[in-house]
T-cell receptor, first 114, second 114 residues
């Protein structure tokens, strides 16, 4: 079974500051890991994914995440926050076999302070 | 990535009635998923719908309450039956991506039951 824990339901950063959203996973098999973003009144958009290739994964909109097996973490970062980054962010995990369902974390709401 | 549309985008319904939500994809996909996102919460998988077979429901969700149809490889419907205020949620459909268990999401249907 797989699960993810997102630390911090709300994160606020100043515009131009570093964004760090935390995600720790638990998995009985090598995991696939995902970050999704949900803008207000919209569906979820895939930001990036880890599928056992490079441990540092680059995604859209300047976001990246690093898979650290020793820490069972997959934290999302962006060097410089932009006002348009304000949204809800979800970490998700699945097993590394095909046709496996995603398990989502509880989400982190990111607020950008002008 | 696939382009997914949902109808209706939102609705306000009376308790005891039923609402059918449609999900249309611009390409053929084997697996489609239906999720519920209750206010301020994460996504919970309701069921997985494969074309040509009965939907597979997650624990806590039953076919009588959430019947699903999957008549072809580009379309699915979810019905929320005998609604109560507790069914007020965003309902999202998603489809499998190209490998790695990633999913692409529709914009969601925002349901309010009064």
């Amino acid at each position: 079974a797989q699960s993810v824990t997102q630390l911090g339901s709300h994160v606020s950063v100043s515009e131009g500051a570093l964004v760090l959203l935390r995600c720790n996973y638990s998995s009985s098999v090598p995991p696939y890991l995902f970050w999704y973003v949900q803008y207000p009144n919209q569906g979820l958009q895939l930001l990036l994914k880890y599928t056992s290739a490079a441990t540092l994964v680059k995604g859209i909109n300047g976001f990246e995440a690093e898979f650290k097996k020793s820490e069972t973490s997959f934290h999302l970062t962006k060097p410089s926050a932009h006002m348009s980054d304000a949204a809800e962010y979800f970490c998700a995990v699945s097993g590394n076999f095909g046709n496996e369902k995603l398990t989502f974390g509880t989400g982190t709401r990111l607020t950008i302070i002008p | 990535s696939a382009v997914i549309s949902q109808k209706p985008s939102r609705d306000i319904c009376q308790r005891g009635t039923s609402l059918t939500i449609q999900c249309q994809v611009d390409s053929q996909v084997t697996m489609m998923f239906w999720y519920r996102q209750q206010p301020g919460q994460s996504l919970t998988l309701i069921a997985t719908a494969n074309q040509g077979s009965e939907a597979t429901y997650e624990s806590g969700f039953v076919i009588d309450k959430f019947p699903i149809s999957r008549p072809n490889l580009t379309f699915s419907t979810l019905t929320v039956s005998n609604m109560s205020p507790e069914d007020s949620s965003i309902y999202l459909c998603s489809v499998e991506g190209r490998g790695s268990n990633e999913q692409y999401f529709g914009p969601g249907t925002r349901l309010t039951v009064t």
